[in-house]
């Protein structure tokens, strides 16, 4: 059946009504009638709007019944079951609903005044170094790096993997490893950089201009934490080895120092992007709170911190970020940090 006739039907409905209640019939039917007759030579013409009248009655008549929000749920519900709420972290966060620790471990072992050491004491003797060895008792005891690496979130591995592809698409795949290569080599020339200034500083001829320190590939990451290093001082470990009594997993400190006077776990971290925010930095303030908990066990070390220091180096030499976790942030992060070694051991 035709739309024209459809139309008219429709017309001599609506006509009938309107006629009925107010005893004249709108001008826009009026106007489709006339329309539809100039059609009657139509060879649809012969078709029978009797039989269609019902379905016209039935549009015209009909009622649409709103669906409140509560009846839209009870018919998802019924058509696909009700919602299970998800196991993924992050959406759990999002949703309001954080996950907690099934067991809480503390980060420091005693709390009043933790970092009260006093300057001499902090000053006194060379830091302590004590390096990485992968004996057959320590070969299964996981590293920080290696947790966080294999509990990174969906969405993390999303952005990560689309991080990968563009940079591939840009340098190829031989490009992209010589970048990968060349980012690891330079943070191994900046973390020796500033070991270097910083035992110097220990020493009674003090440093050298920064531009006298490293690789000339790293000139800029140093220049970039000069006024940085003035604020530091009371070095009590460098790139040394730190591991959990408890949660037996361990690190390795970049550094255990005071910053303006207050006695911190501090990581050295280079970037080409600038991160004025905490946010910015992913996982690392997670890093930084495992070291602490971890240092704070181990008995290698006869002083507890309960603050964190994340600096960002640039390579261009403009200067560098500070981001300062106070105890109470540090606290929160190593509850974050329990909850990826949960995951991680659930792995096994």
Known sequence: MRGHQLLRLFGQHVAESAGSASGRVPRWVQVSLRSSASRIGSPYGAVDGGRYSSLVRSIVRSKVGSQTPETIDEENDHIYGPVVASRNRATAERRGSPREPKRTWPLWLTHDGADALGEEEATCGPPTRIPLERGPGRSAVPSVTRVLQRTLSPEQLF??????????????????????????????????????????????????????????????????????????????????????????????????????????????????????????????????????????????????????????????????????????????????????????????
């Open 159 to 348: 952005y990560l993997e689309r991080w990968r592809r563009r940079m591939i698409a840009d340098l190829g795949e031989d490009g992209f490893k010589e970048y990968s290569e060349r980012l690891f080599r330079h943070g191994k020339l900046f973390h020796s950089a500033v070991e270097d200034i910083l035992t110097a500083e220990l020493s009674a001829r003090g440093p050298d201009p920064p531009g006298a320190w490293g690789s000339p590939e790293v000139e800029g990451f140093v220049e970039s934490i000069s006024h940085i290093l003035e604020d530091v001082s009371g070095v009590r470990a460098m790139e040394s080895t730190v591991q959990h009594r408890d949660l037996n997993y361990l690190g390795i400190v970049d550094c255990v120092a005071r910053y303006r006077g207050v006695l911190c776990v501090i990581e050295w971290k280079t970037s080409e992007k600038p991160k004025p925010y905490l946010s910015n930095t992913y996982d690392n303030p997670l890093q930084v709170a495992a070291y602490t908990g971890a240092l704070n066990t181990d008995d290698n070390y006869n002083y507890q911190v309960e603050n964190g220091l994340i600096v960002v180096a640039y390579k261009d030499g403009s200067p560098a970020h500070v981001h300062k976790l106070d105890s109470k942030q540090l606290l929160d992060f190593w509850q974050k940090w329990l909850l990826r070694l949960e995951d991680f051991v659930e792995q096994k």
